[in-house]
């Protein structure tokens, strides 16, 4: 039997028993298995990391926190949801990783999400480890006061498992800006006292200037480093986006502000094709109809007199680059293989996980530019880190300040990417790159505190 052999049995061993331990959670499955296969070569060749069983303890959370949430409707109703939260690993600083509400939350999407944190905070530099946390509660069409009596009861019991130098939230789908200001509020509110425990807050209450904007605009300034890497720009670019929400939103912003033309945006509905490219007039419709009437993405089409793709993702529509931006899996082989065909050479993920693995290999067996979501996306997560330092600081830098750092974070990223991810032929391949770097720094952290 060559090694070769050995490595694949050992790997299909690891990955079969990873399932048999953790049934039911086809996102976690598939999240691991992209990072082991991309990794198990590094481990191969630094025999310590086997030897201590790292990958075994990196993929088992440190703890998983599961509640229950119980809260009044408007008409006096008692409702009943389930409350999550995973600590999946802090070798290397406090817990870091969104909130989640929506119906699709499982204790399997939360693992994968909070999987991910572990090592996309690990790329950013700062000193956080990963998790999320969640709920299935649907904010969707329920008032300001049922989603405040949600939120309470929700942080009522979370208040007890966080703290800032424990576990640090954020926010994530269905956890904007309302909800963070309930949530904080709860949180000061039972604990007395005014610390940096959640990230994403308002600038009136300890948040920070760019953070909205910081993981669609962290998307762009990630693929523009890897275009600079073939002497090219993002000028001049047609860019298909999935999604309207806030990812979407800013990398739409900064797409147009250097010079690229976004030619869609989609919601669950459909998507719509703007073939002239989305103007600045255009985007503060979609953010106004996304943000504050909370509309379908059809009312903008229909309002431009836009072509509606009615119940389809915008893959098709021809592009050099694409910003998948809405959920996990939006992107499958079929859609690969109509973006390569179309003459795509770029994608940046801007959400979590949104390509599936047949379609990544498809990618990657192109050739072409493909940013993974944990060094793409990592953005959002490093200025909410920059929240923190502000708020331990008591300061707030300007956001010329902030931006920089943003610009500075992402070209870092890459340039680990850039390194533990080049081939022989020049090629990159940045999913190695990414699951490499994220690895080996929170493995040594893992080996330096002994057996725990």
């Known amino acids: 039997m060559t ?22 959670e086809p996102e976690f499955h598939q999240a691991v298995t992209e990072v082991a296969e991309k990794i198990w070569p590094f481990i191969q060749e630094h025999p310590e990391y086997g030897d201590a069983r790292i990958l075994e ?9 599961m509640f229950r949430v119980t809260w009044a409707d408007d008409q006096g109703k008692v409702q009943v949801n389930k409350g999550y939260r995973i600590q999946f690993n802090g070798a290397i ?6 909130l989640r509400f929506h119906p699709s939350v ?17 790329l950013t530099t700062l000193p956080m480890g990963g998790g999320k946390g969640g709920s299935n509660f649907d904010p969707k069409g329920k008032s300001d006061g049922e989603v405040m009596r949600f939120c309470q009861s929700f942080m009522t019991e979370l208040y007890r498992h966080i703290g800032k130098n424990i576990d640090v939230p954020a926010g994530d789908i269905g956890v904007g800006g309302r909800e963070i200001g309930y949530l904080f509020g709860q949180y000061r509110r039972l604990r007395n006292e005014f610390t940096g425990t959640m990230t994403g807050k308002g ?89 504050v009437k909370r509309g379908r993405i059809k009312e903008f089409a229909d309002n431009y ?30 859609d690969a293989r109509d973006l390569l065909a179309n003459g795509c050479f770029v994608v940046a993920e801007g959400a979590n996980m949104p390509t ?6 498809l990618f990657e067996d192109a050739k072409i530019l493909f940013g993974p979501g944990k060094a793409a996306n990592a953005g959002g997560v490093a200025i909410s880190g920059i929240e923190m330092t502000q708020n331990s600081m008591r300061l707030q830098w300007t956001r010329e300040e902030v931006d920089g750092k943003l610009q500075q974070i992402m070209q870092h990223i890459h340039g680990k990417c850039v390194e533990y991810g080049k081939d022989g032929d020049d090629y990159i391949d940045y999913v190695k790159g990414a699951n490499v770097a994220g690895f080996a720094k929170v ?7 002994g057996v725990v």
């Open 203 to 291: 600038l009136a209450y300890g948040g920070s200037l760019i953070r909205p904007e910081a993981t669609g605009y962290g998307t762009v300034y990630f693929a523009r480093e890897m275009l600079a890497t073939r002497g090219d720009s993002l000028e001049g670019k047609n860019c298909t986006i999935s999604g309207s929400g806030n990812v979407a939103q800013f990398t739409a912003e900064k797409l147009i502000e250097l010079g690229a033309k976004v030619v869609s945006l989609s919601d669950s509905s459909g998507s719509v094709h703007i073939p002239d490219g989305l103007t600045t007039e255009q985007l503060e419709y979609v953010m106004e109809l996304k943000n």
């Open 106 to 122: 499982t204790l399997g999407t939360l693992k994968f999400l909070a999987f991910e944190q572990i090592l996309k905070n690990s």
């Open 356 to 361: 599936t693995l047949e379609a990544t290999k």
């Open 443 to 449: 493995a040594d952290a893992m080996l330096a505190y």
């Open 57 to 65: 303890r990196l993929t088992e959370p440190d703890r998983v926190v």
């Open 305 to 334: 007199g836009l072509s509606f793709l009615e119940g389809k993702r915008p893959w098709g529509i021809p592009c050099e680059c694409a910003f998948p931006s809405a959920t996990q899996n939006e992107l499958d082989a079929d």
């Open 93 to 98: 600083g406090p817990y870091k990783g969104g």
């Open 3 to 24: 090694n070769m052999e050995q490595t694949s049995q050992s790997l299909d061993s690891f990955i079969a028993d990873l399932k048999r331990r953790n049934p039911g």
